[in-house]
């Protein structure tokens, strides 16, 4: 049993097929998920077919410098004009999928309140024992940096030693664990099978899992949890390092993540 830390990973993200690449040749530095955004947004205004948009507009878009007078292509324009009108159904073909380990219990309860456009895998305290004496070596667990920070010392009861003393939050935050622990422990030892000795396990509990999102429901849900919105810390987080995983791989969506 130990703190832990956050910690995300682009596992794949959208990307053209070979049968697809080979209908076209690139006009410059245009990633996959522009390919896909154009020849979704197109296909709702061209006559000609979904396969052959990016071959045969795709110079117009991407090989000429935006109509606008904005920055990028004229490809980066439409993407502007696109998210200006509010017509984000069409970004929503491009997903991207994240390992995201270490985050509390409750911090997922929060992320699945997303439901639309998202897809989760999580790690089952069911089936995953968390005992101490088993693989896992006991649940780690997630430490808020208010309980970190805070220096006052406070009166407690610890059921431990049966009495009050005085320490600073971040014991009484150890103490808890620890506490929750050899409950965890106990029960099991009884015979109480893990799915029912999860009960005593905190929203601290640390978990991991994989989650798949499309990228209008990721700039939704950026909206919402990004810094300022008043969002709770770790979740705040996740948000940023979600918008850099994905802008890591695909640039042009910077911009929409700042605009949300």
């Known amino acids: 049993m ?24 690139p006009c410059g530095d245009e990633t996959d998920g522009q390919a896909v955004a154009l020849t979704a947004i197109r296909t709702c205004y061209s006559a000609n077919k ?4 990016v071959a045969k507009e795709g110079a117009k878009y991407f090989g000429s410098k935006a109509s606008d007078g904005g920055a ?26 994240f390992a995201i380990e270490g985050v509390s219990r409750a911090l997922l309860t929060q992320l699945t309140r ?9 790690q089952s305290q069911r089936y995953v024992r968390m005992g101490s004496d088993d693989k896992i070596g ?32 971040s014991r009484i935050y150890e103490d808890a664990m620890e506490t929750a622990q050899m409950a965890y422990d106990a ?15 905190p929203n601290a509990a640390a978990t991991n899992l994989v989650m798949t999102a499309n990228l209008t429901a990721l700039l939704s849900f950026y909206s919402k949890r990004k810094k300022g919105r008043g969002a709770q810390a770790e979740i705040t987080e996740l948000a ?18 700042e605009e949300v």
């Open 187 to 201: 029960l099991r030892e009884a015979g109480v099978p893990a799915e029912d000795a999860r009960a005593v396990l």
């Open 240 to 257: 940023e390092a979600l918008r850099r995983e994905v802008v890591d791989v695909e640039p042009w969506t910077a911009q929409f993540f």
């Open 50 to 53: 979904p396969s052959e948009i």
């Open 138 to 169: 006991g649940f780690d667990y997630v430490v808020p940096d208010k309980v970190k920070e805070s220096e006052k010392t406070t009166e407690f009861y610890d059921n431990g030693e049966h009495e009050y003393r005085f320490a600073k939050a």
């Open 72 to 97: 990028g292509t004229d490809a980066d324009r439409l993407f502007r004009h696109i998210f200006a009108s509010k017509h984000t159904s069409t970004l929503e073909h491009i997903s991207f999928t």
């Open 2 to 25: 130990a703190e832990t830390k956050m910690n995300v990973q682009l596992i794949a993200h959208t990307q053209v097929s070979r049968r697809f690449l080979d209908t076209f040749v």
């Open 114 to 122: 997303h439901r639309v456009g998202f897809s989760f895998s999580v």
